[in-house]
């Protein structure tokens, strides 16, 4: 009946850096949970590091019926240890998880949740697991995981194919993946989270997202250019965020004695789909693409955020930019302490790349002397900041 296994759907064929951190919460937790985009892995991860756990997919309808007209039957029928993927399609079962696992408080593990809609789980897990559950993140492949498979890419393969593990798994083709994954997942889950009436306006609204990468949204000059009003784009842009479309980059606030901008920037979590969007289709269009600059942003803030997702960790992320216009593309929060990063996409350094760097590090003395992560493949220190190749990126903003 449904969707059931007690076999794993396929081996694992990339190990994942968030393999340990997710068995490790699992010897603590009576339950965890993985939230991440769809196609981003989190089944696959999870039916392989636990392959004696009964696996439910609840996006099957029978299994979901079933688990929301007698959630206590559901669990009659398929006894933990258990894998409960896309759980948010059935909230209702979280409370009785609960009870579950306060009657044998010494079990560990024994429920495994992964889920694609941040804030329903979240709302459910507050309410019914607060304590009794470690959450973690995964988002697509990264660049140190691919190249650990031995994949190899220029800086402009990289932006244009993307990471979802489906596409190098399979071998399929970029665009028709991308496409597919749009129709099917971002459309969709849209649909399910809120009434949307106008899928033009949504497509039209994404397509200006991927244009304004790397910028400070103003969302009512883009609710002229779509024709709906800025509370929908609002709440369009919430879902995305919560569905991990997109990634909001917040300010920094510490004050340094000047004034700064308040507004968080915004990237994709999936650099493909932001090229697919924008309709760039090869790797010698990217080249030569006026976005390029912002695109390379964008795959670096992202390599950024699985490096610290990826270890369990918050990502403690942030820009910060003064309204004089001086800004620095990326920064760690570590330990009371900032290193800062700036984001080149030239394959040549140039000294003068230091040159923000160097000006932000007088600042404060909690400010570190910062990287420069650029296409190259160079790997120096100079004056005690480093430049790193964008495929390094994992190695400065890890634990």
Request: with cysteine.
């Amino acid at each position: 009946m449904g969707m059931v296994s007690k076999t794993k759907s396929r081996d694992e064929w990339i190990q994942r850096e968030l393999r340990e951190p997710l068995l490790l919460s699992a010897r603590h937790y009576p339950i965890v949970t993985v939230l991440g985009p769809r196609q981003s892995g989190k089944t696959t991860l999870v039916r392989s590091a636990f392959p004696d756990h009964t696996y439910c997919n609840m996006e099957d309808p029978e299994l979901r019926a079933l688990a929301t007209a007698d959630p206590k039957e559901f669990l009659h029928r398929h006894r933990a240890p258990l894998i409960l993927d896309e759980v948010q399609r059935v909230p209702e079962i979280l409370s009785l998880l609960q009870v579950h696992v306060d009657e044998r408080p010494s079990e560990k593990g024994v429920f495994i949740l992964t889920g694609s809609h941040q804030p329903r789980l979240r709302e459910s897990i507050s309410q019914s697991l607060a304590g009794r559950t470690s959450i973690l993140k995964l988002l697509p492949l990264s660049i140190a995981e691919l190249t650990s498979a031995d994949v190899k890419q220029d800086r402009d393969e990289w932006l244009t194919r993307g990471c979802l593990p489906r596409l190098y798994r399979d071998a399929l083709p970029a665009n028709d993946l991308y496409r597919n994954y749009y129709e099917t997942y971002v459309e969709r889950d849209v649909r399910q989270l809120i009434e949307l009436r106008n899928i033009q306006a949504f497509e039209l609204f994404m397509k200006l997202l991927a244009g304004r990468i790397g910028q400070v949204l103003n969302l009512h000059a883009l609710a002229g250019e779509v024709g709906v009003s800025s509370p929908t784009l609002r709440e369009w842009l919430s879902v995305l965020e919560a569905s991990f479309v997109v990634f909001r980059l917040p300010p920094y606030y510490e004050n340094f004695g000047k004034r700064f901008i308040k507004s968080p920037k915004l990237y994709f979590t999936e650099p493909g789909l932001a090229a697919y969007l924008l309709e760039i289709r090869t790797p010698e269009q990217m080249s030569r693409d006026p976005l390029l600059g912002s695109l390379f942003e964008n795959l670096v803030v992202i390599e950024a955020l699985k490096a610290r997702w990826n270890h369990g960790l918050d990502a403690d992320l942030y820009y910060f930019r003064d309204q004089a216009g001086f800004e620095i593309d990326l920064i760690l929060s570590r330990q009371r302490r900032l290193f800062p990063a700036e984001i080149k996409a030239a394959r040549t350094f140039r000294t003068e790349h230091f040159k923000n760097l160097e000006k932000f590090a007088t600042w404060n003395e909690s400010i570190e002397p910062g990287a420069v992560i650029y296409a190259g493949d160079q790997e120096q220190v100079v004056s005690g900041m480093s430049l790193l190749p964008f495929g390094k990126t994992a190695s400065y903003f890890g634990p």
